[in-house]
């Protein structure tokens, strides 16, 4: 494009084509964005580089700005940003990365489909993500940072009467120039109310989040920090709240790291403020924090306010003189602040010994000290109040909620008593608890008289009391009526029950102490509480009520067994079906009942009742793998309840699903699958449609249909959002199958954020079948960033759960992942004897269950240095797996073959097995499949592409040859990190002396099917230098060629 | 996993008995010295942890954490 056609920034001046009227425009002016508004494209010249801008529709709708330029051949492209901004500094520090950045991180990112809004600068575009771009963006509909609760970020208004205590703003101040100022103690001594009071003062702005216990997921947590960061400069915030907006989830070190470069461009202080951080608990977001008070950018500064020290390194910033803390004993009122308060603040005249005493009783405790002030304005004798308050032992809160209550009229006094063992308080709720009639008068008064109530909206229509407060009334009618707490508790049931609230009417239920009540509830609801999924909720419930009213309850039984089975538990299922039969009066021979003549309850309910306990006998025997028992209950179900019971549906349709899948029929089962999610879908059995939907994404993903697999866990997803009901059980799943989708595309950042949710998720319901597989993505994503002693140790926590529940088929699979990882540590000793102990059968079942442990068989003796019978062993499995339709395993088998093959020196059927698997493989993106098989499937991909392109031997596509270079690409990154890691951590072993830092870098690229040029570009050396590095390493490991060297290499474990 | 055990937890200052109710079902004693002692029935580690975290919560001072 001619220069003068094309509207061009110099400096930070914009320089339009003639025939435009204005000639030129200061960039950051209002004429800039005016223009930009209406500007398709502009050229920038700038010190540091030069680069063309062009406007770009996003998907969602909006523009953004993205500069392109074409750099030592390559086209280099990065995201600048919206209109807003595009600043002198955006364009020039855009123009600088794109110059800088070395040429492998630009080349061949493919182009994300439109939706980017995510930053390319800053965070580098790895090869790693390269075929996982699709995914990520079709995984995109997960909105996982949903609605910010805007509250959260405000900072509490400072009522009225409070206190000035200058002497701890000053320390507050002072701690600016600190990285960390930590407010530790317990309730009630004003952490809050102090920092708001500062926070209203200080000179720096200051950024607020009160934290609650949903924030220790680690994604929502950084989400309210970036926005409260965002609501104090907008402008710098914009691209990391466009991250976190950003359709994509990112991942946790991408979002503390773009904040931490952010955080550096800020001219000013900035504080930024962390309430109630003693809720949190989650590891990630005290590593998180960690990370950024490590990496502390200048001019930010935190404060955090907990009841207990939080996991951070203190000691090491206190050492460091990098803390400032104020605790329990800091904040106690000194007898001035307590003077002041007394006197200044609750008008009251008291004599410095009555403040004395009142000050050495509560130990400066703001919030006793506060109680006494309410209880002084009401009494006649201060002096007396105070003599006999000093001279009591009794506990603080004791005491002085005695006498403020004694001080309200009887009809107050009543109503706080009542209640007080309510979580929440409205008016309709207290009238029906108190029998009062004016309770929004009553809740308005108490609000009014400062009686600790607290309004928790802004309708005034939920109220609760300060949690110290009602903590005391509570325990005060427990000492003084405890039989009225059971009424009232029934009656708090009641109407909770009448509202539809079940889960508090059955609390309150059970506190009340009538089973009968609970029980009644439980029962009614039980369709509910099952379509909810809220099994741990039932199993807890359950075990509260004693054995013999569950058991007269033959609908309570089968609820109970229907949570105990949907958790794994199937002997207690079981155990309670026996007392169904037996309260039925039907004796059971496994498939068929004999039911006598005028048993107890309508027909129709029997029947119901039969056919519920032929369904859970049928899922019961499906988890045990008997599955012809399982068919043969099913149909028995369906027989007892044709057309009724969706659940019944559900159970038969599944079963059918695992039949057909053990015979190896894929087709059928993921039909049946299919079946059974829409039947549960349809009748809302969400817990059971999800369950449903990921076993057919799973069954989608051993066919081989890695796309259709990630989009059935997608539509899972966007069903659980669509879901409004609250909680239900069985969440993690898609998530640790998505995780396991994404680590095949090798993108190990999101496939290590799905698979910790799924686990997050999974352990909150207890469900091992979930956390299981989670846990072997995350151990995969370790080994392929090379910490193999990583991997090991997660797939030992993994084995040790897996034992402890008894799934011993997961047992088989970890130790399966096991045994690669030793190969891959070159630990064949351990491996050799794996195989020799296991007693395994290479002429055994060779059926899916037992798929990866055969191959992890294959693999010992390709490492062993016996291949024939490797090939033996795969040539069966390859024809079990394309029998049963298993594209995934036939892919997998083929890579494997190919190495088999080129061990035996077959290298022409090596490349022509190695091209079919290629080819199955290309359209659907796999890359862990053969990356993960390591250096010698680099070097035969490497002869592949090369000779592929001169046309001997093989033949490939040109798809198939850019996705061959898209996998080097991929080995080639990875053995380099390798290296780095190696250099870095200092662990070198005997071999590694033998050849320098510089010959192991090139050894490996040469291992990856580098070509000596491309080293050459790589390492930035000319050819020669390269030629003379090889010429080195081939003489140090006593090498004529090639392969000679690479096989020494291996020997010495320098690969 | 750890099994319950009993244990006898001190704190400072007198307790109504009232309290027992957000104290896992623990007794509420009282000494002479004017401490309080919770004690009773079995806990597992995480039950008692959320003993010391609501002795924690309400500002009552923790003498002593005994195993019986």
Known sequence: MPRSTTPTVQGNVLSLPKDEQNLSIIVGTPDWKAWLGTAKKFSFVGTRGTFTARKERRQRGGWYWKAYCTYEGNLRRAYLGKSDALTVERLNEI??????????DWRGAPEPNGSDDSPSVGSAIGTSTLLGWELRDSASDVQLHTSLVTTKLLRPLVRPNVVPRPRLEARLESGVQCKLTLVSAPAGFGKTTLLSCWSSQTASPVAWVSLNASDNDPLRFWSYVVAALHALCPDLFEQALALLNSSQRPSIESIVTMLINTLVTVTGDIV??????????????????????????????????????PSLPLARLRGAGELIELRDIDLSMTAEETTAFFTGVMRLDLSPEDISVLEKRTEGWPVGLQLAALSLQGSEDAHGFIKAFGGDHRYVLDYLVEEVLRQQSENVQAFLLQTSLLDRLSASLCEAVTGISHGQAMLETLERGNLFTVPLDSDRHWYRFHHLFSGALRARLQETDAQLVTELHRKACLWHAEHGLITEAVNHALAAKDLELAGHLIEQNALVLLKRGEYIMIIDWMKALPGDSVCARPHLCSLYAWALVSTGELDAAEAWLQKIEHRLGVTADRISYVVPEGSDGGFLDTQQMLADVFAIRATIASNRGNVRLALSLSRRALELSPGREAIVHNVVARNQGSAYWLSGDADRASKAFGEA??????????????????????????????HKAA?????????????????????????????????????LDAATCYATKGIKLGEQDKLMEIVLPGYGTLARVKQARGDIDGALDL??????????????????????????????????????????????RTDGDLRYRHEATFMALARVRLAQGRPSE?????????????????????????????????????????????????????????????????????????????????????????ALAGYVQCLLTVFGSELMKCQYKVGSNGQVGQGRDLLSERELEVMRLIAAGWSPQKIGQELVVSINTVKSHIKSIYSKLDAHSGTEALARARELKLL | MSKPET???????????????????????HEENGETVLAGPCLDQSALHGVLAKIRDLNLKLISVKRT
């Open chain 1, 95 to 104: 123009a600088g990365a794109l110059t800088e950045r070395s040429t492998e």
């Open chain 1, 711 to 747: 989009r059935t866990y997608k539509q899972t997803l966007r069903l659980m959002a669509e879901q409004r009901s609250g909680s239900f059980a069985g969440t993690g799943a898609p998530y640790v199958g998505m995780g396991w989708l994404l680590y095949e595309w090798n993108d």
């Open chain 1, 870 to 958: 490797a090939a033996d062993l795969l040539g069966r499995l390859l024809e079990a797996a394309e029998r049963a339709g298993r594209g995934g395993s036939v892919i997998k088998i083929l890579a494997l073959q190919s190495l088999v093959l080129q061990a035996q020196g077959d290298r022409k059927e090596a490349l022509v097995v190695l091209r079919r698997a290629l080819s199955l493989a290309q359209p659907e993106g796999y890359v862990r499949t053969f990356v993960d098989l390591g250096a010698p499937m680099a070097a035969l991909l490497a002869s592949f592409f090369e000779l592929s392109s001169m046309g001997s031997l093989v033949t490939a596509s040109s």
């Open chain 1, 677 to 706: 999610a829409f039947i549960s879908w349809e009748a809302g059995y969400v817990p059971q449609a999800i369950v449903n939907f990921c076993d057919l994404a799973g069954i989608q993903a051993v066919e081989g249909q890695l």
């Open chain 2, 7 to 29: 244990y006898e937890i001190r704190v400072e200052s007198y307790l109504g008995i009232g309290w027992s109710y957000c104290f896992e079902g623990l007794t509420i004693h």
């Open chain 1, 272 to 309: 930024l403020v962390l309430d109630d951080y003693h809720v949190i608990e989650s590891l990630a977001v005290h590593k998180g924090l960690t990370f950024l008070l490590e990496q502390m950018p200048p001019h930010l500064h935190l404060v955090i306010a907990s009841r207990t020290d």
């Open chain 1, 795 to 840: 797939i030992e926590e993994a084995e040790r759960l897996a034992r402890s529940n008894h799934l011993l088929q997961h047992v088989t699979r970890l130790s399966a992942f096991r045994v690669r990882l030793w190969l891959t540590q070159h630990n064949i000793d351990a491996a050799i004897h794996w195989a020799e102990t296991s007693g395994l």
